[in-house]
């Protein structure tokens, strides 16, 4: 089963704020069909570090206004067949405020944007936990997702 983790990256990474609580319940109801957590890194070096040292078949996906941008529907497919080829985790990360790095845009497996907004971090930590619920919802045919 593919383990998912909403990754942040920031010197307040560990330091609450309004968000955190609709992020940590969308990643619990995501827990009934895959494990999925939250964690915090103070660096980018941590955040490649760890998932460098991962064992196992890690994909990392950074979010990045340059990045690809896909539907609902397109995401849940697109988690699906990472799910199928067997990957262990799927690691999706919410940057410094500086941006990515060119060195973790080349070892990411892909950049996702949310849209051409910007936004803030804690903001985009939550949609795209949302995000994630809904694909696994999609994916297991629950009634979450409606298509509209």
Same mark, same amino acid.
């Given at each position: 089963m593919t383990k998912i983790t909403l990754a942040h990256v920031?010197?307040?990474?560990?330091?609450?704020?309004?968000? +955190?609580?609709?992020? /940590? +319940?969308?990643? *619990?109801?995501?827990?009934?069909?895959?494990?999925?957590?939250? *964690?915090?890194?103070?660096? /980018?070096?941590?955040?490649? /570090?760890?998932?460098?040292? #991962?064992?196992?078949?890690?994909?990392?996906?950074?979010? +990045?206004?340059?990045?690809? #941008?896909?539907?609902s529907e397109a995401f849940a497919q697109w988690l699906g067949a990472r799910r199928n080829e067997g990957v262990q985790e799927i690691v999706f990360a919410v940057g410094p405020a500086d941006g990515w790095t060119d060195v973790a845009r080349n070892r990411a497996a892909m950049l996702l944007s949310l849209g051409s907004m910007t936004v803030a971090h804690g903001l985009a930590r939550l949609v795209m936990a949302e995000q994630i619920y809904r694909a696994v919802a999609i994916l297991t045919g629950h009634p979450y997702h409606r298509g509209h």
């Open positions: 920031g010197s307040r990474a560990k330091v609450p704020n309004g968000f +955190d609580a609709a992020v /940590e +319940d969308y990643l *619990e109801r995501c827990s009934g069909f895959v494990p999925a957590a939250a *964690e915090g890194f103070r660096s /980018e070096a941590a955040l490649l /570090e760890r998932v460098t040292k #991962q064992k196992g078949r890690v994909v990392l996906v950074l979010l +990045d206004s340059r990045g690809r #941008q896909m539907t």
